[in-house]
C-alpha cells in the first residue's frame, strides 16, 4: 500500500463532487460563497465550477462570476492577491475560453453533470495548456495577472467574443 498524500486526497474529494449533479451544484456553492476548503480548489475544482458556470449562466457571466469570486475565495482561504500570487486575469479568460468552445462541442443531449465530467477529464491534468499559446510564461508575467493578455498563438475563438 502506498503512501496518500495531500494531491491524492485532493483529487479524491474533488472527484466525490462529480458523482452526482448534487455533488457539482454544492461546490459551486461553496465557491459562491467562499466556503471552500482550500485543499478542495484544486485545478480541476476550478475547471469543474467554470464548466458548470458556463453551462447554467453562459461564458460571459461565468467569467464575471469566476472573476469576483476567485479573488474572495483567495482571501478566505488565507492567500493574498498580488501582482505575484492569487487571482490571475489571463489564465481565468483563457480557460473560460477553452472550455466554453470544448462545452459548445459536446452533444446536446447530453446532461450539465456529463459535460462537466467530460470537461474535468480532458483538461484536468494539463494545468499549463496556456504555453502552447504564449511565447512567455503567463503564469510568471505580472502584467498577464493583473490585464488579460491576448495569446500569440492560437485560434481566433481564443480572441473573439465569449458567447458566439
Given amino acids: 500500500m502506498g503512501i496518500l498524500v495531500e494531491s491524492d486526497v485532493a483529487f479524491a474529494l474533488v472527484e466525490r463532487w462529480l458523482q452526482d449533479l448534487r455533488g457539482l451544484d454544492e461546490v459551486v456553492e461553496e ?19 467554470a464548466a458548470s458556470l458556463i453551462l ?4 460571459t457571466e461565468a467569467l464575471e462570476c469566476m472573476r469576483g469570486t476567485i479573488p474572495r475565495l483567495n482571501v478566505v482561504q488565507g492567500s493574498e492577491n498580488t501582482a505575484v500570487s492569487g487571482y490571475h ?16 462541442r459536446l452533444p446536446l ?20 495548456l496556456d ?10 508575467c505580472e502584467a498577464s495577472r493583473a490585464k488579460w493578455r491576448v495569446p500569440e498563438h ?7 467574443d465569449l458567447d458566439t
Fill in 31 to 49: 465557491f459562491r460563497r467562499c466556503t471552500l476548503a482550500r485543499r478542495d480548489w484544486t485545478h480541476r475544482a476550478h475547471l469543474g465550477v
Fill in 56 to 59: 447554467t449562466e453562459g461564458a
Fill in 89 to 104: 486575469e489571463t489564465l481565468t479568460i483563457f480557460w473560460v475560453r477553452v472550455l466554453n468552445r470544448y462545452l459548445r
Fill in 109 to 128: 443531449r447530453w446532461s450539465r453533470l456529463d459535460k462537466v465530467r467530460a470537461a474535468v477529464e480532458a483538461y484536468g491534468e494539463i494545468r499549463r
Fill in 131 to 140: 504555453r502552447a499559446f504564449y511565447s512567455f510564461d503567463v503564469l510568471a
Fill in 154 to 160: 492560437g485560434p481566433s475563438w481564443l480572441t473573439g
